[in-house]
């Protein structure tokens, strides 16, 4: 053993080299550091705190500062700030900085809606040098930039992101996923095609086509799910199901055991009711002509000798304030009729898209109640205490306002839509209405590649109402502004025939109301409801630009209006003319249809001849009045809705073949009506390319 003086000794020779040692790390740590702020981190701090600290920071870690100031700017919603402390940014960044650059740069264009920009800057990110925060957010302003459109690439996104989150984001994203999945179109999902090792993506389609084959069974649904989950563990839905998914997995059916039909069986209103009523009870009858198998129908030619009458428009649906027309007796005000039961049970639907074409008889209770009789509130807590499980209608627009707002425990298909839509979880919205119409017409016209609309509609306030659903329409699938040009009386238009003026396809942008936009917020990554500007009012020509013409005309004025556009256009313009279904009326013979020839027009599916049997049917039933017949057609829709209640609510992307279009509920369960559209060619009616 050493003597212990020795180990003091060595002791002391050691002690100054440690001092030393500590001195010289101190006098480095004054000298020139990297930054050590990592922007490619989270930004948790608010855009105040990064900027105090890009002020008290050397040139080393002030852009590491900005940029994170930047980014907290961007997420508070202040664009102006944040762009001007982009100018402020040094023209000499580190790789690093340029990629965080490139990501602020496309969320700020995405936040002002310069959707084009902002995708050609993504496409400038160098994704391997990205952190796993930095890849989720640039995931996510990928999502944002698709705009909502679901695609293959959107997909393949949405794949990408998923494992880069947790929590929230993680079930939005696989919410967001078979969102995306279940809008796409049967037929486009039928035709992508993948890649070998994406077992992911092969996964989620084998899931869409599991729940469509089984939708309509909850048993067979939760034993399917159960199976693709044992096929496919690995996959993000198997371990954490879309929330609709789950939720459709303790899904009942509502009764129908007893249905309230509140309709307005006397005034003005009483004719349009009795039409519903009609197909109503003949659909839950089964009265229905079933539509012959071996042949395709054509469209119906509108030959009838008696033509539709104006006071029946389709428009009366929503606001009917035409004048008094004869009709049926209706039962004594405030009483409620009960319908005979009919003999057999309601068949269990297939496995598939249901159809209102032709169902069996139910032994449902339908109890009718006059809401032209007494208030609304009054009519609702009769059903109620006549033991209601569901009810259909009201059909006024005032009064299914007041039902919305009433909290009423029971189910209603609503037979309009309000002016404001409420959400709630026991009420859905189906209407034929010409906004209906205006909207369906924006998405096939954008579908046929046409992208500078006029809109040529009544000086009234349906022209208001159709300009303004179809421009919001337009601006939500992508489209810039929407011109628009009214016409007066049919006096009004005969005179521009006459004096040869024709009309000039020039117009005025339409100043729409704007929707309730809703902002994305995913990954950290908020791009917030885009700001709607006022577009200018000024009188534009649109001779040179226009290519597509949207004609909301009665079938007289739009004998009138068609020559008039040749007049100024010429026989061999590429600008195609569209007409809503308002000038789709009896009574237009082979003259009428050579005059229109080029000329597509929509229509519910019935008076397209998808069921010739059911249309000459119901034209017998309403003395080939279509407005009367596309009434009857709601009925048998409502009818075959009524008992779908619960799949509306809960089941996302449940569409219904029905007479007055194909049906779909969106996420406030107001049905969307997709209709057939015709064209008339050389003397006959086609279905539209």
């Not at 101190?26 to 930054?35: E, I, L, V, Y």
């Not at 034929?432 to 000086?459: C, F, M, N, T, Y």
């Amino acid at each position: 053993m050493l003597p212990s003086k020795v180990v003091r000794r060595k002791a002391g020779r050691f002690l100054p080299v440690v001092l030393a040692g500590l001195i010289l790390a101190a006098c480095s740590g004054q000298g020139p550091q990297t930054s050590t702020v990592n922007i490619q981190g989270p930004a948790t701090a608010n855009s105040a705190y990064y900027l105090q600290q890009a002020q008290q920071s050397s040139d080393d870690s002030k852009t590491d500062w900005q940029l994170l100031a930047i980014r907290a700017l961007l997420k508070e919603g202040k664009y102006p700030e944040a762009t001007q402390q982009l100018s402020q940014l040094p023209q000499q960044l580190s790789e690093t900085q340029q990629q965080e650059l490139l990501l602020l740069q496309a969320q700020l264009q995405l936040s002002t809606q310069q959707i084009k920009e902002a995708q050609a800057r993504l496409q400038q990110v160098k994704t391997g040098a990205l952190s796993q925060d930095q890849l989720a957010r640039y995931y996510g302003l990928q999502i944002a930039s698709a705009q909502g459109r679901p695609s293959l690439s959107l997909l393949r996104t949405y794949i990408a992101q998923e494992p880069l989150l947790k929590g929230p984001d993680h079930q939005s994203n696989i919410d967001a996923t078979w969102q995306a999945l279940t809008q796409m179109p049967q037929q486009e999902v039928s035709n992508l095609v993948i890649n070998a090792d994406e077992n992911v993506l092969q996964g989620w389609l084998d899931l869409l086509a599991v729940w469509r084959a089984n939708s309509q069974d909850a048993e067979m649904l939760k034993s399917a799910i159960k199976d693709w989950q044992t096929r496919y563990p690995q996959n993000p839905a198997a371990k954490t199901l879309p929330t609709q998914l789950s939720q459709m997995q303790n899904y009942t059916k509502a009764s129908t055991s007893t249905i309230a039909l509140l309709l307005p069986l006397n005034g003005q209103a009483q004719v349009f009711a009795n039409a519903i009523q009609k197909g109503f009870n003949d659909a839950k009858n089964g009265l229905l002509t079933p539509a012959p198998q071996p042949a395709a129908a054509q469209p119906a030619t509108a030959d009838a000798t008696t033509s539709a009458q104006p006071a029946a428009n389709a428009d009366a649906v929503v606001s009917p304030s035409a004048a008094p027309i004869s009709a049926p007796q209706a039962q004594p005000a405030g009483t409620a009729t009960q319908q005979p039961a009919a003999a057999q049970p309601a068949a269990t639907q297939p496995a598939a898209t249901p159809s209102a074409a032709s169902e069996p008889a139910s032994n449902a209770q339908i109890k009718v109640y006059d809401t032209s009789s007494q208030p609304i509130q009054q009519v609702m807590q009769q059903a109620q205490q006549d033991g209601a499980t569901i009810v259909v209608g009201p059909l006024l627009k005032s009064d299914v306002e007041q039902v919305a707002n009433s909290q009423t425990p029971l189910n209603v298909l609503a037979l309009n839509e309000p002016e404001k839509i409420q959400n709630h979880p026991n009420v859905c919205y189906f209407a034929l209405s010409p906004e209906d119409e205006a909207r369906d017409a924006a998405h096939h016209i954008w579908d046929q590649g046409k992208r500078q609309p006029l809109l040529l509609v009544p000086r009234s306030g349906l022209g208001d109402r159709v300009t303004n659903a179809f421009a919001q329409e337009w601006q939500s699938l992508g489209g810039s502004t929407v011109l628009q040009q009214r016409f007066g009386s049919t006096a009004e238009l005969k005179q521009g025939i006459n004096s040869g003026a024709g009309i000039s396809l020039s117009g005025t942008p339409v100043n729409a109301a704007p929707a309730e936009p809703q902002g994305v917020s995913i990954a950290g990554v908020t791009i917030p409801a885009p700001q709607q500007s006022t577009p200018d009012v000024a009188s534009t020509s649109g001779d040179g630009a226009v290519d597509a013409v949207y004609i909301v005309s009665t079938q007289g004025e739009l004998q009138l209006i068609k020559p008039m556009i040749t007049m100024r256009t010429g026989s061999r313009s590429n600008i195609a003319l569209y007409a809503s279904s308002r000038s789709a009326q009896a009574g237009a013979g082979p003259d009428f249809r050579l005059e229109m020839d080029g000329l597509q027009f929509s229509d519910i599916p019935l008076l397209s001849g998808t069921n010739p049997g059911l249309m000459q049917q119901a034209s017998k039933s309403f003395n080939n009045d279509y407005s009367l017949v596309r009434l009857y057609a709601m009925g048998i829709d409502a009818w075959t809705l009524a008992n779908h209640f619960n799949q509306m609510r809960q089941s996302p992307g449940f569409t219904l073949d029905g007479n007055t279009g194909k049906l779909s509920a969106d996420a406030d369960c107001v049905i969307n009506r997709k209709l057939t559209w015709n064209q008339y060619r050389r003397g006959e009616i086609a279905p539209a390319n």
